[in-house]
C-alpha cells in the first residue's frame, strides 16, 4: 500500500513538473524579457495583435507568431536543440542554415537559393526596363556633376561553391550577377565575383560560419572598385596588392550563422591585419550603424555618399581613409532628392549579390 502512494505522489509530481515546463516559456514572457535577437532582425512586438486598439481579424495566427518568437528560453531551447541535431544527426536546427563540406556554413534563405540555383534571372523584358532604370539614374547624376557607381559583393557560395552541399543543383548555366554585367553599363556597375574568385590563392576571404567575406575579402573588394572607378574618373594611382602589409591572424569569433544555430562559443576563424593607410578619421553617429558620417582631412576633398549594406562593414574604413568625407546609410532606397540637395561628389552602392531585387531606383 505504501509502495502504490509513493507511485501516486511521484506521478503527480512528474506531471507537474512536465505541465510547469511547458507553460514556463509562456508565462515567461510576461515576467522575463531577452532583448538579444540571435537571428540579427526585430523580434514580432505584441501590438502587432492589434489595430488601432481592435483585436484583428487574423489575431489567433498573430498570436502563433507572437509567442513562437518571444517565448522564454527561446535562445537556450534552440541552442540546446541545434547542439543535439549537429552532433547526432549533422544537421542544423534553423531551416535558413545549410551545413556544407568541411565544416563551411552557408545562409540558406530564400533570396540565396534563388540566386545560388540561378532562378532569379531576368527575361529580355524585365532586363531591359532593368537596365533602362539604372541608366536613367546614371544620367541623372551625370548632369548634376555627381559620378554614380554601383558594385555587387558576391554571395559566399559563388566564390566557395565547392563546400556548398553537392545536392544542391543549380539551374540555369547563368546567373543575374551575369546578367546584369553584359547589360548594365561599365561606366557604372562592377561585379566583384570574378576579381574575387582570382584572389583566392591569398588564403580565405569568407568566414566559415558566417555569411560574410573577412577583412581580406572586404580590402580586395575595395581595390578593385578603387582601380577600376577612382583610377580612371578621378586620375587616382593605382593601388597595387603587393604595396600592402597583410598578416593572416588565427582569432575567436562568433559567426551570425552560428548565431543562427544558437551557439554561445566562439570558433576558430582566419583574419587578416592589414595596414592601409595612416588616415585617421573621425565619426559623427546619425542613427548608430545604420547612418554615420565619417571625416578625414587628409581625404581626397570629395562628398561621397555610400547606399551600403552588411558586407560594407569590412570596407568601410578604406572609403574613410580616402576621402575627405563619407556618410553611409544602410539602405537601398536612393534618394534622389536627397543626393541632387546635399550636391554630393559620388554615389556609391553597394549590395551583396543575393539583394539585388531590394534596390529601389527612383523613376
Known sequence: MKNIVNFKIF???FVSIIISLCFLPGIGIFFFEDNVSF???EKIAFNTILEKGILRKDIFSDLEVY???NFYLRRQIIHRYSKINNKWFGLPLVNEVLIGEDGWLFFNNKHLMKSYKNLNI??????LMYKEKFDNFYNTLKENNISFYFFLAPNKSSIYNEFMPPYIKKINDISRAEQMSQNLNSNYFLDLTKDIKSFKKMGFLYYKNDTHW??????????????????????????????????????????DLDNMLGHEEEKDAIDFKIEFSDNEFNVEMINEYKHFI?????????????????FFSNMYEYFSKTFFEVEFIWNFELDLDLIIKNKYDIVILECVE?????????K
Request: without cysteine; aromatic residues 14%.
Open 122 to 127: 531576368l527575361d529580355e523584358n524585365a532586363l
Open 294 to 310: 565619417t571625416k578625414n582631412p587628409n581625404g581626397e576633398k570629395l562628398k561621397v555618399l555610400i547606399y551600403r549594406d552588411s
Open 39 to 41: 537571428e540579427k532582425r
Open 11 to 13: 506521478e503527480i509530481v
Open 67 to 69: 509567442f513562437s518568437d
Open 354 to 362: 543575393r539583394n539585388v531585387d531590394a534596390i529601389e531606383i527612383p
Open 214 to 255: 573577412n577583412r581580406l575579402g572586404g580590402f580586395l573588394g575595395f581595390l578593385t572598385f578603387y582601380n577600376t572607378f577612382l583610377s580612371r574618373d578621378f586620375n587616382f594611382s593605382k593601388l597595387n596588392i603587393n604595396d600592402f602589409s597583410i598578416e593572416q591572424q588565427n582569432i575567436f569569433r562568433k559567426g
